[in-house]
């Protein structure tokens, strides 16, 4: 069992930046491919960003390239999201999540362990 705490999130002005942190416990998630979604009210769960183990491969939404990046720190099992230039559009509760499927990208069911969610709300 993996569990996954993030924090880092909070109220910023748009044109601001966070950056969101996921801590990983009950076992190294080394192997993992980790990834972050986002769900605004009223509104289905979308992916942002995700990560294989190695770090070598990265994908993102195109709704956030060039504003945020995904990063992991495998010596401290921790998965971070520097989110910069954010947009009111960016308002909502980020979750991340992690799993062993190898070809899990962008797909929110193929994600086997999920964090309890941090809310980012940006102000226009």
């Known amino acids: 069992q993996v569990q996954l705490i993030e924090s880092g999130g909070g109220l910023v002005q748009a044109g601001g930046s966070l950056r969101l942190s996921c801590a990983a416990s009950g076992r190294t998630v080394l192997g993992y491919t980790m990834g972050w979604f986002r769900q605004a009210p009223g509104k289905e769960r979308e992916f942002v960003a995700a990560?294989?183990?190695?770090?070598?491969?990265?994908r993102y939404a195109d709704s956030v390239k060039g504003r945020f990046t995904i990063s992991r720190d495998n010596a401290k099992n921790t998965l971070y999201l520097q989110m910069n230039i954010l947009k009111p559009e960016d308002t909502a509760a980020y979750y991340c999540?992690?799993?062993?499927?190898?070809?899990?990208?962008?797909?929110?069911?193929?994600?086997?362990?999920w964090g309890q969610g941090t809310q980012v709300t940006v102000s226009s």
């Open positions: 990560i294989k183990w190695s770090g070598g491969t990265v």
């Open positions: 999540a992690a799993t062993l499927n190898r070809m899990a990208i962008s797909r929110w069911d193929e994600y086997d362990y």
